[in-house]
Every structure is written in structure tokens, then in C-alpha cells.
């Protein structure tokens, strides 16, 4: 049976229904990038260590994002395959897909926490660490990866709660998390002296409790589409169809790594004051992509849930609030960063040289990311619409295909600005192939919906 959460998926005024959802996904996500930034401010003051600190803490960021992107697999495809079926009244698929998202995320847990410990100070030292830094970032990930499995859950499931319209119960599993850690930090990090440590043991606490929230309501009678024991036996077919759409968000997610080890690895050569700088640079990058991400949170379902009934002009008129609000979001707070780049460094640093180095590099490294909403817009629409083979496509081009390559190439004729202007040329020049694609193709893809017999291409 339809519940009213559901329901309104496919019933309501699509404005207020997308802020609806998108609202509590943005405001989460933003309390959620709060606490990863004050774990920065607050490892960036402390005293006699913070700068090394900070760029200690900047090179584990890399391997937390790949640990952290197999949980996009299920959350980016299982939870838009389970909306879709929610659309077509196959209750009985969407709750296999949740059982086998669920198995898939402690497996993943068990396969990179056996990895990173294993070659933890040799991919770190791959990745930029040097002498100096080393130390504070084995510090921070030997604790970090205890809570793998909390992080997972947390986010490789609370997708699946936006799936059965609940954006309310979602924002308050970040917002647990996110709130605590920030009640925390200090405590950890300058009251019991902890320093790097504490930082990483306030993090997996508060990812703990995330994962708890997430479960207890997953396993309740509150949740339309519930976590049961009876769908959790593992399905070819379910699981290869969550690879199928999961790979493209995977790849966002990862090639974000991949991308942290070229850039670190290349500006280690220049000097730690510029892998400090980078760490306060994509900090930036973050803040102004949470509108995006929350948006993308809210909308998906939506998109995925009407696509699924077969309702063609809800799926036009939910890009169309979606479109136009990401690009507007996310082009302001690009503009407010490049204008004011050293009030954005003093919140971290009180060192000159590096709010000095930041004051310069941030709209060179910023520049493209002006029209970025476009592609977080059209992208994450290729997602919902079950488009798997031209997601990986688009998820590669912007990393992969573009900016490793400019990262390792620019450096020679630029020097480290080259570094930092590879990211603005990759973003800009994606976001015009994905419009242009998705403008292309969108059209072909409403074409061929029939109600219930939609499948993944």
C-alpha cells in the first residue's frame, strides 16, 4: 500500500515539493560540511603543529573519499532503482534491492578496511605525505577507519529514506552526526589533548550514532519500505543491477580520490604550504557544492518515482525547478568565493604565507566551477532516469578524461598554478559536454517511457 509520503511524490505541486524534499538534504549537508570544516579550523590552530597538522589531515582526505565512494554504489544505485519500482508498485523488488544494498555495504566495509591498513603509510606517502606530515595523517586515518562501517551505513542508506519521501528522518541522521562531532572536537582535540586523534575519534563517534539513527528507523514500522531480514539473501540480477547505476556515482566519488593523489603528489613537489593551501581550497569547493548535493538528494527520488509511473511531464517539470535552482545556488556562493578568497584562508589559518598562497590560487582553482550546477543538475537527472552507460561516461570525463591529465601536464608550462588552474579547465568543459548531452538525449529518454516495463540502460 501507498503511504501519504509516497504519494505525494507523484501527487503534489512540483515547486514546493522539491524544495520539500531538497531543503532538509541541503541544510543537513551543510551542518554535515560544517564539522568536516571545523575539524580543519580546529587542527589548523593548533599551536606549534598546525600547518603540518592540517596538510597531515589534507592527505588522508583522499583515501576517507575512496573508502567512503563504495558506499554511492548503494546509495547512488540501489536507492534510484528502489524509487523506481516504488513508481511501479513493485514493493516486494524495492525492499530486495534495500536487503542487498545492505549486505553490499558491510561487504565493502570489510574489503577496504583490510586495504587501508594494510598499505596505509605507503599509499600515504604516494599521495603527498612527506616527513613532516606523515605522522599526523597516520594519526588521524588509524583511528578514522575504525568507524568504516559507520560511515558506510550512514550514508549508503539514507538515500533509500529520501526514496520513500522522507527527507525529514534523512536530515536528522546527518544532523546527529554532524552536530556531535562539532560538541566534540574541541573537547578531544585541546581538553584531553588529543590533538590529530581526537579529531578522528570525534568523527567515528558521531558517525556511530548516525548509523544507528539510520538503522532504527530502516527496522521500524515507520519506514514504508522497511530493512527485512527475508530480502537480504543476495540476487544476481538486483546486485548487478545496483552496479550498473551505482558505478557512475562511484566514480564521481572516487575519481575524487584519484584526483586528491595527483594533485597532492604534484604540489608536494612545490612545497607542504601548497598541499596546505589545496586542503583549504577544496574545503571551499565543498561548501559551495552542498546546495548541489542537497538538491540532488531531493530531486532524485522525485524524478526516479515518476519515472517509474510513467508521468512524463512531472519528470519535465522537476529538472526544470531542479536546473534552475542548482545553477542559481551554486553560481552565487562560486562568486562570493572567488571574491573574498582570504576571508575564506583566515577561517582555517592565521599563517600569512598560506591565506597569502590561498588569496591567489582560490579563482584560479574556483574558476570553472561557476557554471557547475549545470552538470550536478543534468548528471545526477541521468542517474534517476536509470541511464547507467551514459553516467559513467559523464562521471569519468570531468576527472578521469580531464583533469588528471591537465594536473599532470599544466604543471610543466605553469608551474604550481598549473596544479591548481587544471581543476577550473576540467570543470568548465564538463559541465558544457553534460549539458549539451543531456539536452540531446533527454527528449530520446522520455520517448521510451512505458508505464512498469522501464529497465536500466
Same mark, same amino acid.
Given at each position: 500500500?501507498?503511504?501519504?509520503?509516497?504519494?505525494?511524490?507523484?501527487?503534489?505541486?512540483?515547486?514546493?515539493?522539491?524544495?520539500?524534499?531538497? @531543503?532538509?538534504?541541503?541544510?543537513?549537508?551543510?551542518?554535515?560540511?560544517?564539522? *568536516?570544516?571545523?575539524?580543519?579550523?580546529?587542527?589548523?590552530?593548533?599551536?606549534?603543529?598546525?600547518?603540518?597538522?592540517?596538510?597531515?589531515?589534507?592527505?588522508?582526505?583522499?583515501?576517507?573519499?575512496?573508502?567512503?565512494?563504495?558506499?554511492?554504489?548503494?546509495?547512488?544505485?540501489?536507492?534510484?532503482?528502489?524509487?523506481?519500482?516504488?513508481?511501479?508498485?513493485?514493493?516486494?523488488?524495492?525492499?530486495?534491492?534495500?536487503?542487498?544494498?545492505?549486505?553490499?555495504? /558491510?561487504?565493502?566495509?570489510?574489503?577496504?578496511?583490510? /586495504?587501508?591498513?594494510?598499505?596505509?603509510?605507503?599509499?600515504?606517502?604516494?599521495?603527498?605525505? %612527506?616527513?613532516? !606530515?606523515?605522522?599526523?595523517?597516520?594519526?588521524?586515518?588509524?583511528?578514522?577507519?575504525?568507524?568504516?562501517?559507520?560511515?558506510?551505513?550512514?550514508?549508503?542508506?539514507?538515500?533509500?529514506?529520501?526514496? =520513500?519521501?522522507?527527507?525529514?528522518?534523512?536530515?536528522? *541522521?546527518?544532523?546527529?552526526?554532524?552536530?556531535?562531532?562539532?560538541?566534540?572536537?574541541?573537547?578531544?582535540?585541546?581538553?584531553?589533548?588529543?590533538?590529530?586523534?581526537?579529531?578522528?575519534?570525534?568523527?567515528?563517534?558521531? =558517525?556511530?550514532?548516525?548509523?544507528?539513527?539510520?538503522?532504527?528507523?530502516?527496522?521500524?514500522?515507520? $519506514?514504508?519500505?522497511?530493512?527485512?531480514?527475508?530480502?537480504? +539473501?543476495?540476487?544476481?540480477?538486483?546486485?548487478?543491477?545496483?552496479?550498473?547505476?551505482?558505478?557512475?556515482?562511484? /566514480?564521481? +566519488? *572516487?575519481?575524487?580520490?584519484? #584526483?586528491?593523489?595527483?594533485?597532492? %603528489? %604534484?604540489?608536494?613537489?612545490?612545497?607542504?604550504?601548497?598541499? %596546505? +593551501?589545496? !586542503?583549504?581550497?577544496?574545503?571551499?569547493? =565543498?561548501?559551495?557544492?552542498?546546495?548541489?548535493?542537497?538538491?540532488?538528494?531531493?530531486?532524485?527520488?522525485?524524478?526516479?518515482?515518476?519515472?517509474?509511473?510513467?508521468?512524463? =511531464?512531472?519528470?519535465?517539470?522537476?529538472?526544470?525547478?531542479?536546473?534552475?535552482?542548482?545553477?542559481?545556488?551554486?553560481?552565487?556562493?562560486?562568486?562570493?568565493?572567488?571574491?573574498?578568497? *582570504?576571508?575564506?584562508?583566515?577561517?582555517?589559518?592565521?599563517?600569512?604565507?598560506?591565506?597569502?598562497? #590561498?588569496?591567489?590560487?582560490?579563482?584560479?582553482?574556483?574558476?570553472?566551477? !561557476?557554471?557547475?550546477?549545470?552538470?550536478?543538475?543534468?548528471?545526477?537527472?541521468?542517474?534517476?532516469?536509470?541511464?547507467?552507460?551514459?553516467?559513467?561516461?559523464?562521471?569519468?570525463?570531468?576527472?578521469? /578524461?580531464?583533469?588528471?591529465?591537465?594536473?599532470?601536464?599544466?604543471?610543466?608550462?605553469?608551474?604550481?598554478?598549473?596544479?591548481? $588552474?587544471?581543476?577550473?579547465?576540467?570543470?568548465? !568543459?564538463? +559541465?558544457?559536454?553534460?549539458?549539451? @548531452?543531456?539536452?540531446?538525449?533527454?527528449?530520446?529518454?522520455?520517448?521510451?517511457?512505458?508505464?512498469?516495463?522501464?529497465?536500466?540502460?
Amino acid at each position: 500500500m501507498i503511504n501519504k509520503y509516497e504519494e505525494r511524490l507523484g501527487t503534489e505541486r512540483m515547486l514546493p515539493l522539491v524544495f520539500k524534499m531538497a @531543503l532538509p538534504a541541503v541544510a543537513a549537508q551543510f551542518v554535515n560540511l560544517l564539522y *568536516s570544516m571545523v575539524d580543519r579550523i580546529y587542527i589548523g590552530h593548533i599551536p606549534g603543529i598546525g600547518t603540518d597538522a592540517l596538510a597531515g589531515v589534507g592527505v588522508t582526505t583522499s583515501l576517507v573519499i575512496l573508502i567512503s565512494s563504495f558506499s554511492a554504489i548503494v546509495g547512488g544505485g540501489g536507492a534510484p532503482l528502489a524509487a523506481i519500482a516504488l513508481g511501479q508498485g513493485d514493493r516486494s523488488r524495492a525492499g530486495k534491492i534495500l536487503g542487498n544494498g545492505f549486505i553490499l555495504l /558491510i561487504l565493502f566495509t570489510l574489503f577496504t578496511s583490510l /586495504i587501508a591498513y594494510t598499505f596505509m603509510e605507503p599509499v600515504l606517502l604516494f599521495t603527498g605525505a %612527506s616527513e613532516n !606530515t606523515l605522522e599526523y595523517a597516520v594519526d588521524y586515518l588509524s583511528i578514522y577507519l575504525l568507524g568504516t562501517i559507520f560511515v558506510e551505513i550512514s550514508t549508503g542508506l539514507n538515500s533509500f529514506i529520501n526514496a =520513500q519521501g522522507r527527507p525529514a528522518i534523512a536530515m536528522y *541522521s546527518v544532523l546527529i552526526g554532524a552536530l556531535l562531532n562539532i560538541v566534540l572536537d574541541p573537547i578531544f582535540i585541546f581538553w584531553l589533548d588529543m590533538g590529530v586523534k581526537g579529531a578522528a575519534l570525534a568523527t567515528v563517534l558521531s =558517525q556511530a550514532c548516525s548509523a544507528v539513527w539510520v538503522l532504527t528507523f530502516l527496522f521500524s514500522r515507520h $519506514a514504508s519500505l522497511p530493512l527485512e531480514k527475508r530480502y537480504m +539473501a543476495l540476487n544476481r540480477e538486483i546486485i548487478l543491477s545496483i552496479f550498473a547505476l551505482g558505478v557512475s556515482p562511484f /566514480i564521481m +566519488a *572516487s575519481t575524487e580520490s584519484l #584526483v586528491g593523489f595527483v594533485l597532492n %603528489s %604534484s604540489l608536494k613537489d612545490f612545497g607542504d604550504i601548497y598541499v %596546505s +593551501a589545496l !586542503t583549504i581550497l577544496q574545503s571551499a569547493m =565543498q561548501f559551495a557544492s552542498v546546495p548541489l548535493t542537497g538538491f540532488a538528494q531531493g530531486f532524485v527520488p522525485i524524478v526516479s518515482y515518476n519515472y517509474g509511473h510513467g508521468d512524463k =511531464q512531472r519528470v519535465k517539470d522537476c529538472f526544470r525547478v531542479a536546473l534552475i535552482t542548482m545553477f542559481s545556488f551554486n553560481l552565487l556562493l562560486m562568486l562570493f568565493m572567488i571574491l573574498f578568497p *582570504s576571508t575564506v584562508a583566515s577561517a582555517f589559518t592565521s599563517d600569512e604565507r598560506l591565506i597569502e598562497t #590561498v588569496r591567489w590560487a582560490m579563482p584560479v582553482f574556483l574558476g570553472g566551477m !561557476t557554471i557547475f550546477g549545470l552538470q550536478r543538475a543534468c548528471q545526477n537527472m541521468f542517474v534517476a532516469l536509470g541511464q547507467a552507460k551514459i553516467s559513467i561516461f559523464i562521471a569519468l570525463l570531468r576527472k578521469a /578524461i580531464l583533469l588528471i591529465p591537465l594536473a599532470l601536464i599544466l604543471p610543466h608550462f605553469m608551474g604550481v598554478a598549473g596544479v591548481y $588552474a587544471a581543476e577550473a579547465i576540467s570543470d568548465a !568543459t564538463a +559541465a558544457i559536454c553534460c549539458t549539451l @548531452l543531456f539536452f540531446w538525449q533527454f527528449p530520446k529518454i522520455l520517448g521510451k517511457i512505458q508505464r512498469s516495463t522501464l529497465h536500466i540502460s
